[in-house]
């Protein structure tokens, strides 16, 4: 179980006096936004950050028809945090 001063260090803000955190990352964060969404494809913008400064951007597209991704990260964790995202861009547009 986390301790208090663990759940501050961990979850604020960027999280550097984390124990948790690998020492050998790509980025400190990744930010993710719907560039476009026609309907039949989706247009994911990402940007990560590092040391509070742009470490790099792109932008993922995913097909509704087929279910796939037609461009992917080549970060497995990356890719995984865009799947998150999107999933939650589906769920909460399909009760709007």
Same mark, same amino acid.
């Given at each position: 179980m986390l301790d208090q001063k663990e759940l501050e !260090?961990?979850?604020l803000g960027y999280a550097k006096s984390c124990p948790?955190?690998?020492k050998e990352r790509a980025c400190d964060?990744?930010?993710f936004a719907i560039a476009q969404d026609s309907g039949d494809l989706i247009a994911l913008?990402?940007?990560l950050e !590092?040391?509070?400064r742009p470490a790099g951007h792109g932008v993922l597209h995913f097909d509704r028809l087929s279910g796939s991704w037609t461009s992917s990260h080549p970060d497995p964790l990356i890719q995984k945090k865009a799947e998150c995202f999107l999933q939650s861009y589906?769920?909460?547009t399909s009760r709007a």
């Open positions: !260090s961990c979850n948790r955190l690998p964060a990744v930010r913008q990402f940007v !590092s040391d509070h589906l769920e909460r």
